[in-house]
């Protein structure tokens, strides 16, 4: 039985949470013959959110700056929870260092980037991963199983959606997240990633898109110290700050195969506190897929005879190995922390293997490309072709 080290850098976070705790669970459901994992050591530059990181990982090294944990002899796996204008950086130092790398999304502010990093890993021979969990889902298997059939026929249209209201309040304050500085692509590259994950893995490569890119507010409130998701209440003597990056895009896309894409995301979708769906149009069928029900998928097939043609629901169960692992009777949802362990899972697997698995930085270069085609196509206002 292989044990896998990790440190897990931007520890406190949504994020870092989520990381730490299933390294430490996913063995519960997917056992050890794959191998298993120790968080060695957690990074946290700010000292007061650090402060109860010891009870998360007992025997962990609480470190505050990432450099030491990617010095560390002992660490095998850096895990990168950072804010998104580090990816870059402190990916590039772990593979240099020869340390295999898992980071959270985006893999890193431009596609150049990104290609770079997937360059050193290649050459490093090390084992990449970018946390594109959402996929991950098994009901998604079974989408993709539909579609590599054939049993819809030749994918002709793809539509999908991500909508949140986290700036759906003009005077909900400023975070990092709105920063083009912290974060240069802003929900292009927060949320649109996630969607285009779902593009790469359903149906194939982007080839051209158009994107209008948008800011609905462009000014908020500042208020230090707030995390992500809690609530304040303001007291008119705030500062204000620029929102300097995309609230919201609609794009137009092209992929490699011929089919077409329809796609929209924002953070400014007032009332919906998730909303994630996807739609795949074939010459045979089609298939749709809403997270408000997170382990169904409608299909439908024109091998139904006439006047019986219409959507069937397909609840995702132990029939699938992956959804097996937690449960043993359907229509009991895995959400999305579950998806997370299945992710990490696999990262695991994938080293002690040595075996790349979806997504790795390859995956992460080509989303990447996506992002930087919506930035530029929005700001010269036409298409623009991916190469």
Known sequence: MTEIKVAVLGASGWMGKVHTMAYQTFPHFFGCEGGTARVTALVEANKDAAKDLAFRAPGAKILQDWNAAIADPETDLIDICLPDSLHYEVAKAALLAGKHVYCEKPLADTAVEAQ??????REKGVITRVGHAFPRNPVHDLAKEIITSGEIGE?????????????G???APFMWRADGQLAPTGIVGDTGSHVFSFMEFLVGKVSSLIADNFIVTPKRPVVHGLAYGEQTVLTGTEEWRDVTNPDGTNILCRFENGAR???DFSRVATGRKFVQTYEVYGTKGSLRYTYDEVNRLRFYTNDDRTGRRGFREIDVGPENETFRKFLPLPNFALGYNESKIIEIAEVIRSIVANRPMWPNFETGHHICQIVDACMDSSRLRQWVDIN
């Open 116 to 121: 770079e990093l997937a360059n050193i890993a």
């Open 155 to 167: 994918i002709q249209l793809f539509k999908a959606c991500q909508h949140i209201d986290m700036y």
């Open 169 to 171: 309040d003009p005077l």
């Open 261 to 263: 894409g329809i796609v």
